[in-house]
């Protein structure tokens, strides 16, 4: 034994560097799978989360009825409430998380999608359009939130 161990050790070295590379490589690939399924869990994590904190934001919008009125066209040279002011400015928030995660890449390009259409049908209503630019001018609204509606509204 000892010495057939002698005579074919070049190829028993040969054999054990290959299985090395082949053990190494297939871990690599278990790593590699690991890495998508935990991206893709995140993703869904991220989703979830976000349509819970659409629904918290649409449930609130619904208290404001002179808010969804004049989003609707209706009446909307009144001046809001300060706290329909804030809910408005909130929605804006949201939509800003939702843009930011969607740049680090934490949604779904169809989550994603969904949610860049609803803001911007959102913010080409006349009266959010309107409320928009007084926010800008009071300085409610950062640049953050223009970069958002240009890339998810110009392009």
């Excluded at 054999?15 to 297939?26: F, K, N, P, T």
């Excluded at 935990?38 to 449930?59: F, G, P, V």
């Excluded at 209706?74 to 930011?100: I, K, Y």
């Amino acid at each position: 034994m000892l010495n057939f161990l002698k005579k074919h050790s070049e190829e028993i070295s040969a054999a054990a560097a290959l299985l090395g590379v082949v053990i190494a490589s297939l871990g690599f690939a278990i790593t590699i799978h690991q890495l998508s399924l935990t991206e893709r869990a995140l993703r869904a994590s991220n989703a979830y989360q976000i349509q819970s904190d659409a629904r918290d934001l649409a449930q609130e919008m619904l208290l404001f009825t002179e808010l969804r009125a004049a989003i609707r066209g209706e009446g909307a040279e009144r001046e809001l409430l300060p706290r329909m002011r804030e809910a408005l400015w909130r929605q804006h928030n949201f939509f800003l998380s939702v843009f930011r995660q969607s740049e680090a890449r934490g949604l779904t390009t169809t989550v994603s999608d969904a949610f860049q259409r609803d803001f911007c049908g959102f913010v080409a209503r006349e009266f959010v359009a309107l409320q928009w630019e007084v926010m800008v001018r009071q300085e409610m609204l950062t640049e953050d939130h223009m970069e958002m509606r240009r890339e998810w509204c110009d392009s």
